[in-house]
């Protein structure tokens, strides 16, 4: 069990290194703004979003066991939860099929390699696959952006792009070898550092939009800004911070 009573926010994300990241210069801030409340994270481990059998019709219920999972491991009830927040990469998952390319011949680092226009994969077969993807992925991440609860607890989504790394890192396809060591480093560096924590993505948000919640998942749908150096996570954090903290 958790050892506190206070309410828990929960934070949905796919990695340990997310965790990693994320979870110091948050909890912080939390202790500062939001006394009442406590954070924790439950890592899915992959991408719910494009997992394998994952529709529309059963995403929200994907996430809901997500959820479960975590209410099982610590014996909490749906009282106890005072919202569930999801980060996901958005992976260039709204950019038309023709920005899905084959270049066997380049040699990257690693498959599929973004861009800031194209998605670069080996094989027909693999095009194939991520053209598929994407549109799974998609109509997911539609479907979870207009989802206010899950299992009756405020919910909402956010995204990173076109991945957390890139967000936080400035870096586009990084090494799977080096997730952990970024994610040690930037926890350090903004563990105890408010100001830059909200200045890094106040920075991120998209310029010329709203800090508001649908106009944001409305740009990130439009052309190729699902590959761009994108996070809409500046509204959560407007609405826990910078009321109290102007930046």
């Not at 699902?226 to 509204?235: H, P």
């Amino acid at each position: 069990m958790l050892k506190n009573k206070k309410r828990v926010c929960l934070f949905i994300v796919e990695g340990k290194s997310d965790e990693m990241a994320l979870a110091v210069p948050l909890r912080n801030i939390f202790k500062r703004h939001q006394g009442t409340q406590d954070i924790r994270f439950e890592i899915t481990h992959g991408d719910i979003t494009s997992k394998k059998g994952i529709t529309q019709d059963k995403v929200i219920a994907a996430v809901g066991n997500a959820v479960k999972d975590f209410m099982r491991k610590y014996k909490l009830k749906k009282q106890d939860f005072a919202a569930v927040v999801q980060i996901v990469d958005t992976d260039g998952t709204f950019v038309g099929d023709e920005h899905i390319k084959i270049d066997n011949q380049s040699h990257y680092d690693k498959y599929p390699f973004y861009t800031k226009d194209d998605i670069v994969v080996q094989t027909r077969k693999g095009q194939e696959n991520l053209v598929w993807r994407n549109h799974i992925k998609a109509k997911n991440l539609e479907k979870l952006s207009q989802n206010s609860k899950v299992m009756g607890i405020p919910y909402k989504v956010f995204y990173f792009s076109c991945n957390l790394d890139y967000v936080l890192y400035n870096i586009e396809n990084l090494a799977d070898d080096d997730k952990v060591q970024k994610a040690a480093e930037f926890a350090g560096k903004y563990r105890d550092d408010e100001h830059e924590f909200l200045s890094l993505f106040k920075n991120v948000y998209p310029v010329s939009v709203p800090v508001e919640f649908k106009a944001s998942w409305e740009f990130i749908r439009q052309e190729q800004n699902s590959l761009k150096r994108n996070s809409n996570f500046l509204i959560f954090l407007d609405n826990l911070v910078i009321q109290f903290l102007p930046i």
